[in-house]
């Protein structure tokens, strides 16, 4: 059973920091490039960051370079999301993701709500 556990999110004053983890479980986790999502109030959901399978490559929306920053332990089965200078309109769910090509499927962790305000 294929399993993404999102954590860490919260309420955090503009300028902070938080740091989003999610532990995947019941897939080969070295195989599959994983990626971060977020769902503002009355938006689409939107892709912030992506992680190659290997770790090697990364890419990120252009509303969060130089401020988010994805890793990975393979050791750990986790993913994480460094998320630094934060504004209120990074305000949302994040939800980590684990999109298979080998099978075709597309694994979705429950998410994580992470609010900016003062």
């Known amino acids: 059973q294929v399993q993404l556990v999102e954590s860490g999110g919260g309420l955090v004053q503009p300028g902070g920091s938080l740091r989003l983890s999610c532990v995947a479980s019941?897939?080969?986790?070295?195989?599959?490039?994983m990626r971060w999502y977020r769902q503002a109030p009355g938006k689409e959901r939107e892709l912030v960051a992506h992680?190659?399978?290997?770790?090697?490559?990364?890419r990120y929306a252009d509303s969060v370079k130089g401020r988010f920053t994805i890793s990975r332990d393979s050791a750990k089965n986790t993913v994480t999301l460094q998320m630094n200078s934060l504004k209120p309109e990074d305000t949302a769910v994040y939800y980590c993701?684990?999109?298979?090509?080998?099978?075709?499927?597309?694994?979705w962790g429950q998410g994580t709500q992470v609010t900016v305000s003062s």
């Open positions: 992680i190659s399978s290997a770790g090697s490559s990364t």
């Open positions: 993701n684990a999109p298979d090509y080998f099978s075709g499927n597309n694994y």
């Open positions: 019941g897939f080969t986790f070295s195989r599959l490039v």
